[in-house]
């Protein structure tokens, strides 16, 4: 297979489920790199050389979850399809709001689980850009203080400093403080640029 050939990376501690899975996905065309720990897959991968990664939700050492946690604080926009052989709603629910692909149990249905890994080449692929772009904009409005939040709200709603302040139960020059304060942590010159990363920020996730 080429380089171009998409990369999928299987990361459990059951070989059997390893194996499987890389016969299934090399038979449907893709490349596969196995690991048995989450460890070994951080020390050695490459996160934005693959397409997504198959990940346990439980294995020894670091878990899953964990994995998907180190990612994140990494800035890899990986998209990860989780599974395993015990099934949690409160699991899920959390990887999913992490920006998961999905959380499935094993054993998986071939036919629906390569469904799953052709949606996760693609968010790699031309949807990088676009997650990337919004996991930036939720990291800049992270940074704003309660206030700074509502100040902002006001902005994205169109309405006047004054109207803002008034809302708000503050002045007018305080509002003005905050809204400078917004746009220097957003990194926003205008106010075009500020709506457009709030919006980017609060978009659905196409994998959520």
Partial sequence: ??????????VDDDEAFRDAMRWLLESAGYRVA?????????ATCDPAAAACAVVDVRMPGMSGLELQEELLQRGSTLPIIFVTAHGDVQTAVSALKKG?????EKPVHDADFLALIADAVLLSGAGLRDRTRRVSAAARLAALTQREREVLQGIVA??????????LGISVRTVEAHRAR???KTGTATVAELVQTAID?????RDS
């Fill in 1 to 10: 297979m080429s380089a171009a050939t998409p990369l999928v990376y299987v």
């Fill in 201 to 205: 920020a609060d978009t659905p996730r």
């Fill in 34 to 42: 196995a690991y048995a720990t989450a460890e070994h897959f951080l």
């Fill in 158 to 167: 169109g309405k006047p400093n004054k109207v803002i302040a008034d809302e």
């Fill in 182 to 184: 917004v746009m220097e």
């Fill in 100 to 104: 998961a692909v999905d959380f499935i």
